[in-house]
């Protein structure tokens, strides 16, 4: 079974989405929806407390403005975690950062599938060089968009709320735990999902603060580990030492 956690701006989500994952999922499933309605959570707290309320095998974190738009999704993402290896696998991610704070998309080595709808205006994101003939690869972290981790890993990962603040830098931290832990984290392309989001409407001078410090706050935690890559050619000519960190 898998497990949809929200963190939600309501007391629940909208009907639209319900609908969604019940008519496109394919496979046993259960919603925990974390109300934020009140703003008493970060995105670490939140998805902290959905982790602890589920009961399925396979968690889901998704956005409460993502819609899936492929038939048995649930059925191909708990395929993708069926040889053990993979810890988290999500639809946007990057092979590459650096050991200077950078958030992952302004990587020059992106992999990515999903739909972008700005205000009624959808647009591909399709960034698929480094897939070859795969349906899923190799990154270092995966944006929050959406992005499945199996349940057993949160006996030794958890999202970090003690050291960050806000809605931003927990999927790229929670990431470099999954790697940590010895486990695999992917971009997969056979499943495509939309999101709704507007860059110009994104941050509030306030938000973009919290991004800022969280991302500071990420490089130093994690300077032992960076610069890191992953399902790529040897990138030692773009780091910023020649210490990379490749399995």
């Known amino acids: 079974m898998i497990s949809i956690i929200i963190c939600s701006r309501t007391p629940?989500?909208?009907r639209e989405l319900k609908q969604n994952i019940a008519t496109?999922?394919?496979?046993?499933?259960?919603?925990?929806?974390?109300d934020n309605s009140s703003n008493g959570h970060s995105i670490f707290s939140a998805y902290n407390e959905g982790v602890e309320k589920a009961k399925g095998e396979l968690l889901c974190f998704m956005h409460e403005d993502v819609l899936c738009r492929e038939k048995d999704w649930g059925v191909k993402m708990e395929k993708h975690f069926q040889d053990g290896s993979d810890g988290l696998v999500g639809f946007a991610g990057s092979h590459f950062l650096p050991s200077t704070p950078m958030y992952w998309y302004s990587s020059p080595f992106v992999s990515q599938r999903n739909l972008n709808n700005d205000e009624g205006v959808v647009e591909e994101h399709f960034h698929e060089d480094w897939f070859g003939a795969k349906d899923i690869i190799d990154v270092c972290v995966c944006d929050g968009l959406c992005f499945f981790v199996r349940k057993s890993l949160f006996d030794v990962i958890s999202f970090d709320e003690k050291t960050y603040n806000g809605f931003h830098l927990y999927d790229m931290d929670i990431c470099m735990q999954v790697i940590?832990?010895?486990?695999r984290v992917c971009v997969c392309r056979d499943v495509l999902v939309e999101h709704s989001w507007s860059e110009k409407k994104q941050f509030s001078k306030q938000g973009a603060e919290t991004f800022a410090a969280n991302l500071n706050l990420f490089s130093e935690k994690w300077k032992n580990s960076l610069p890191i890559w992953r399902g790529l050619p040897c990138l030692t000519r773009f780091c910023c030492s020649s210490d990379t960190h490749e399995p």
């Open 180 to 183: 940590e832990s010895g486990k």
């Open 24 to 34: 496109t999922i394919g496979c046993d499933y259960e919603l925990v929806v974390v």
């Open 12 to 14: 629940d989500i909208s």
